[in-house]
Nanobody, 125 residues
Framework: VQLQASGGGLVQAGGSLRLSCAAS????????MGWFRQAPGEEREFVAT????????SYADSVKDRFTISRENAKNTVYLQMNRLKPEDTALYFC???????????????????WGQGTQVTVSS
């Protein structure tokens, strides 16, 4: 499985961005997906996760009610809609996939086996 994240950029505080993550392979629809982020000098942190069919989601408290994770299994793509962005959201954002048939959401990065290369999000104040 290969993951390609895109959609990052520079935005002013209060603005919006939508990240996309395209996955290769036929098992996408059986895998839970997640978004994580890492700011300079910080550890990688959980942002959001979605179950294999999209029925269940979970968010970090810091992004709840501002970010929305979704997926289109027909397009092998997962999205992260980010609204009301804050300067503290500035980070390199990674999408990740659990192994095929591991369809349940999980907040622990160690439960994700495949990782994309990251897309930079910078929020100016």
């Amino acid at each position: 499985v290969q993951l390609q994240a895109s959609g990052g950029g520079l935005v002013q505080a209060g603005g919006s961005l939508r990240l996309s993550c395209a996955a290769s392979g036929r098992a996408f629809s059986t895998s839970a997906m997640g978004w994580f982020r890492q700011a300079p000098g910080e550890e990688r942190e959980f942002v959001a996760t979605i179950s294999s069919r999209g029925l269940y989601t979970s968010y970090a408290d810091s992004v709840k009610d501002r970010f929305t994770i979704s997926r289109e299994n027909a397009k092998n793509t997962v999205y992260l809609q980010m609204n009301r962005l804050k300067p503290e959201d500035t980070a390199l954002y990674f999408c990740a996939s659990r192994r095929p048939s591991f369809g349940e959401i999980h907040r622990d990065a160690g439960q994700y086996f495949y990782w994309g290369q990251g897309t930079q999000v910078t929020v100016s104040s």
